[in-house]
């Protein structure tokens, strides 16, 4: 079964660590967990930052590369072949000119034929005339008058026509129905028409030749041409297209025969536009027709009222400059893969001995200075490595040093020592004394060999001490098995009066369980006295440079001696002075006890007995002093408590008191 006794004696405890926590977390704002948390979070890993930097590098790189290759490649390619396309125009554009002044001379050499020789003699001429000339399909000579063309005379190659079963009418159907021919004709110079119908699937060329003109008539030769050899001069030529028009826009020659067959008009496009405007007889222009760009060249031929035209797509000039450039690209992102995990490996490398000493300096920042890292590299890393484990035994003795020296010294007094905060001399501070005292060690020691008294003594005061720490209390000294302390001189964490009477209440509680565990063991009870005092202090390094303590002086000290006398004479455990009941009296249960006088005071000092926290939930916690006399086991007599004057030499009463 659970003993109520010790219940209520660990819920006291857990209320005082509860408030010990808070404060902290109010004063400091610290938050262990978050600590934690944050001890290894980075943004951006020294790993991740090597392999982003190279990786960036190296597709920068190969961006620019890629860039500038691309369009010195493009820049080149497009040079090359505006050259050959201009190459490939004059070239086409000589061969043509031959070819059409070869027609002319031929046709008007067949005119004067069939303008004065005898039939006989004429189809002689004939048969040979067309052995020698493929080409050429029908020759006609005609007369204009009145604006009307009438067939004088013609001729037509006999063996195309019955190979192609064609009438002997056809060709001079065409002409006749050819409003161009007469158009042409009427301008007395040679010029080339398209003359095909829609219904034909061989194309032809017309050739309007003058040929005599006289006061009364005026004869033009009419000449026929097959294109087939023709068209493949102009046949495309790599990636090179390359046609013929008419200063109109016609298509004369096409590669595509249907272009040719159905008299397309590319008047439209900007190649043929900047041909007819153009003052010189050739050119270059890049262009679009709307869906894509292209490179084209141009030659005008004055001599058939006409001009050569030779363009490229674009997308077929640079596409191998293209697929070059998506090769370079998959050649740069594996390069890009390839250089991360080569990076990732290397940062490796650094970053783990890095992370080592990461994980070692959070160690080391909580205390613990056992390292256990060893250099790795022979780089800045490993003497970097070499460093922290000679600084880190560096800081184990130092802590060892500042641990002895706290078992002698306040470890708040120590801090002040080690970072040189603390001089000869004191300063003025606000702070709570607290003199605590057992009752009648003496005789508790009687009967106590020499190593029992310390030991006993020692475990009383961990007790003790343990209430002035947990309450961010400093333990001042020690005179025998009395306590000074204080709160507020050396830190200000908290209010220090509250703190004070807080670690004064856990004394109590603490004083129930070393007697619970005395009565155990047929050992006799302890009682102690805390007497305490809020007020100014000298506070400082008192002494000489060679030997000193810090330590509190001060009439508030005095004061607070006096009133932890004052507490066997008043049968309390816990007594504070006025000065400090009014900055606790909205947080304490108090009993106001009577006025006494102190040597070196006029005024009478007026002192209370400590009952409990007014928060208190506990329903065990006492009401009121004749209850805490009970709990704490004090005895007292009533009729003794009287009004008292405190001496200044023995710091005892004039009056003896009841439990003297």
Known sequence: MSNPENEKKETLESYFQKKYEDTVRKQKMIDPSLERRKAYRVNWSLQLKLMGINSLIVIITSAIIIVLATHFFIADSEVYIREENFKLVDLVGITVKNFMSSTILKSKQMAHVLDGRPSVSKKKFTNLFFQHDSDILFIGLYKLKNGTLNLSNSIAKEEYLSQNKINDSFFKDIVSKSKLVKDKALTGSVAIININQKAQ?????????????????????????????????????????????????????????????????????????????????????????????????????????????????????????????????????????????????????????????????????????????????????????????????????REKVKDALGRFVNPAVVNLVINNKLKLGGENRTSAILFSDMRNFTSICENLSPEEVVEFLNEYLSFMVSCVELTFGVVDKFIGDAIVATWGAVDTLGNPAENAINSALMMRDQVLRFNAKRVKENKPPIQIGCGLNFGPVIAGQIGTLNHSEYTVIGDTVNLASRVETLTKSFGVDILITERMYQEVKDIYVVERMKEIFVKGKKEPQITYAIITRKDSTDLETPKNLAEVRNLMGIQFDETKYATFVLKEEKYSLEEESPND
């Open 201 to 397: 699937d061989i194309p032809y060329l017309g050739i309007v030749i003058p040929y005599s003109k006289t006061k009364y008539e005026t004869k033009v030769i009419v000449t026929i041409i097959g294109i087939e050899n023709l068209i493949t001069s102009f046949s495309q030529r790599g990636l090179s297209q390359t046609f013929m028009i008419d200063l109109n826009g016609n298509v004369l020659v096409h590669p595509e025969k249907e272009k040719v067959l159905f008299v397309s008009n590319m008047i439209s496009l900007p190649i043929v536009q900047e041909m007819l405007k153009s003052p010189i007889g050739n050119g270059q222009k890049r262009y679009s027709d709307g869906e894509k760009y292209f490179i084209g060249s141009f030659k005008k031929i004055d001599s058939i009222n006409g001009g050569i035209i030779s363009n490229v797509p674009e997308e077929k000039v640079f596409e191998a400059i293209y697929n070059i450039q998506r090769r370079n690209i998959y050649i740069s992102v594996i390069s890009v893969f390839t250089s991360m995990i080569v990076m990732f490996l290397f940062a490796r490398t650094i970053s783990k001995p890095i992370i080592s000493l990461l994980s070692q300096t959070h160690k080391l920042s909580h205390g613990d200075f056992k390292v256990d890292i060893v250099p790795t590299t022979q780089d800045e890393v490993g003497l970097l490595t070499k460093y922290f484990i000679q600084m880190s035994k560096g800081l184990e003795e």
